[in-house]
């Protein structure tokens, strides 16, 4: 039997809390993985930073402290409990079972183990529980498109249960690492005190290069994120539909998804609208978001009070507004929803995941059937 | 009865040609619509141009030749066969039915007049017939947001029959007049070089004047246009829904709509999932859209080929693209709509069904039961 799917085998580091290794220290999601360990609870022993060849030796900050990064190797998860993986999928799809064979349970925020039936795939306010059944050692969380409207969605399926989704996206470049925001700011530089966008082909010719999108990003919105299915879909959207049913445990929910790119840094939105069994109101839905936990409702549009990306990005909940019932369905809802996909988005969902883990490691609760 | 709504008085202009007044001529619609009477075939005689009384005596060029702008009054309505007006709605209200009461047909393009019942909403490509039933004497054309899909939307339906409507919309700035433009292109000279949109609220303090938007539209989406209407909805988002129903005939169609402004300057896109009465198909969509008058198809996602408002920008059809069944639903279908909301949006549907009531007048067509 696999060691990290078994009994915990107790924290190995500094006053007996588990050992962290967070691969992928260096990126954009990293980064902001090392912020929200410093700002967290602490709960963790010694944590190891990882990261390709190219970084080893630097020094990042994490706790107020100093720690050198390591290059990536088999022997860095050696004595680690559990390993925060924000590496590309093809990193994670070889490094996480090394993990895992060392002994470690791997959480990984990248699309390699999502659909895995022998992964679970977490929300902790959505399907903690889920956790703690991992057949290969390994939990994933879901794209940061799922991760901007599960929470709320989640909360009210409990209460209503979900019957069918349909969703526009409204998709931040920072998704796309780095790169994503250089291009956007670049091209923003190119278009500045210019004319494009009025003519057709002008914004083509005035920002150049793409960078990583198949269209101008800068006064532009693209509607293509990740890459051809098949079929006309993208992979972004067979994404949220698969990742929706498997996180709510619903392998037969409708869902329909349009996945577009614009040009904002930092908060993915989408524009939600599902139905459920059970007839909806919108006081009843203002409710229920009110109460649960990782979702803030800002909901008041006839005093402008709405979210966007600009309010929404750098914290944590999802933020939820224009809740309206469905005019021609009383078992529909609408809403509009902003979430920080560095954030929840992915380092805090990974973080929230390893929590999970090492509270489960501390209480030396024992594997569930 | 009412002169405008009877039989036709004959062109009384230059070669027995009607005679066309444009209110409105100064705006951004209106300079869109003196562009479009430039370059379309020449039906029309003498043609005025109005504004108010700060742009009279401005001239403007239309058709080659330089044209003296006329300050808003009831006379230049004199002889004039069809008034065509790109004003706000609150001096459409009143100086539409002046015009038809001097004899003219008025075509109006906003909000005042679309919702009476004895107005017919009209969209060439789908109701044309409806123009010549106006009992008071006035024709008016749909929100820039409904134009983006609804010639679409109305080739589909001719073929399946539409059971069921969601959109989600990315809204350009120049929907707004030219404040909107200037807004947006003012927020992106101060935000260019700087790292705003990472931080809660920086980018609110970057930009500081939101002009006519209730948050800042660089780097941001907004997800409110128009103005409150009551139980969460806003104005455009009623739009959608009654226009639609309206255009298509269908007063129970079953709507739901998310109205978000984008930073664009120029060119409306909507996320589109449509229910039809009978099973669909992607290949059949495609046959029926490249067939439509006023669509193009542009849809190889595999080799990139999706519409963005940075192509569809200054050109007259509507851009259809990323076209799909629902995976859970053969009745559904998706796409993807760009349309410049200057043109069809707004001064090309004016245009086009000014046209339309000049050729009846030339046909001395009866008026229909
Ligand atoms: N950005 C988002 O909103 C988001 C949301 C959800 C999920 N994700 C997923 O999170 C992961 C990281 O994304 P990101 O945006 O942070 O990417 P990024 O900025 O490009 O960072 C990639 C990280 O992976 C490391 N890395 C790359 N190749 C490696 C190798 N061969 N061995 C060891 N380390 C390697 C890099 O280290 P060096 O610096 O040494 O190259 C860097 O730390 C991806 O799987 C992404 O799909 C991202
Ligand atoms: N922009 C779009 O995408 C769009 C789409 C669909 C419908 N519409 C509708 O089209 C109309 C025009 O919009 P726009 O964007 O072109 O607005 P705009 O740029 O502000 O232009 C307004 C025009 O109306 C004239 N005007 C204003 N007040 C007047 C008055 N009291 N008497 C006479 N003329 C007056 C202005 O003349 P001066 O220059 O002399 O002030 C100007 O020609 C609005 O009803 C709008 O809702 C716009």
């Excluded at 895992?100 to 929300?123: E, I, K, Q, T």
């Excluded at 249960?161 to 526009?168: D, G, I, K, Q, T």
């Excluded at 925001?181 to 670049?186: A, F, G, I, N």
Aim: with cysteine.
């Amino acid at each position: 039997m696999n060691p990290a799917g078994g009994l915990p085998r107790g924290g190995t580091g500094r006053a007996g809390r588990p050992t962290l290794a967070v691969v992928g220290a260096t990126g954009v999601v990293g980064t902001v993985l090392l912020g929200l360990l410093s700002e967290r609870a602490d709960v963790w022993g010694e944590i190891r930073l990882v990261a390709s060849e190219r970084s080893a030796g630097r020094k990042l900050t994490v706790r107020g402290e100093q720690v050198e990064v390591l290059a990536l190797a088999e022997d860095v998860f050696d004595g680690a409990d559990v390993a925060l993986f924000a590496v590309p999928g093809e990193v994670a799809a070889h490094w996480a079972p090394a993990a895992v064979s060392r002994g470690a349970v791997a959480v990984d925020g990248s699309a390699a183990f999502r659909m895995d039936p022998d992964v679970p795939l977490v929300v902790p306010e959505v399907n903690a529980r889920a956790a703690r059944v991992r057949p290969r050692g390994i939990v994933a969380g879901p794209c940061c498109t799922t991760l901007t409207m599960i929470v709320a969605l989640g909360a009210l399926h409990a209460e209503w249960c979900l019957e069918e989704l349909s969703v526009a996206s409204y998709q931040a470049v920072s998704a796309s690492g780095r790169c994503g925001v250089d291009t956007l700011r670049e091209q923003l530089a190119a278009v500045a005190g210019t004319e494009a966008g009025t003519q057709p082909g002008d914004l083509r010719r005035t920002v150049g290069d793409t960078g990583p999108y198949p269209a101008p990003i800068a006064l532009n919105v693209v509607p293509f994120a990740g890459s051809f299915a098949g079929d006309g879909w993208t992979t972004e959207e067979l994404a949220v539909r698969g990742e929706s049913r498997k996180v709510l445990g619903l392998p037969r929910l409708r869902v329909s998804a349009t996945c577009v790119r614009v040009p904002v840094v930092t908060t993915h939105s989408a524009a939600v609208r599902a139905r459920f069994e059970n007839e909806v109101t919108a006081e009843k839905a203002h409710e229920i978001l009110a109460g649960a936990p990782g979702v803030v409702v800002c909901d008041d549009p006839a005093a402008g009070e709405f979210p966007t990306p600009a309010d929404a990005v750098g914290t944590d909940p999802a933020w939820v507004g224009r809740i309206r019932r469905s005019l021609d369905d009383p078992q529909g809802l609408e809403f509009f929803v902003c979430g920080d996909n560095l954030r929840k988005g992915a380092a805090l969902n990974t973080v929230q995941i390893g929590e999970l883990i090492a509270a489960e490691l501390r209480e030396g609760r024992p594997r569930l059937p």
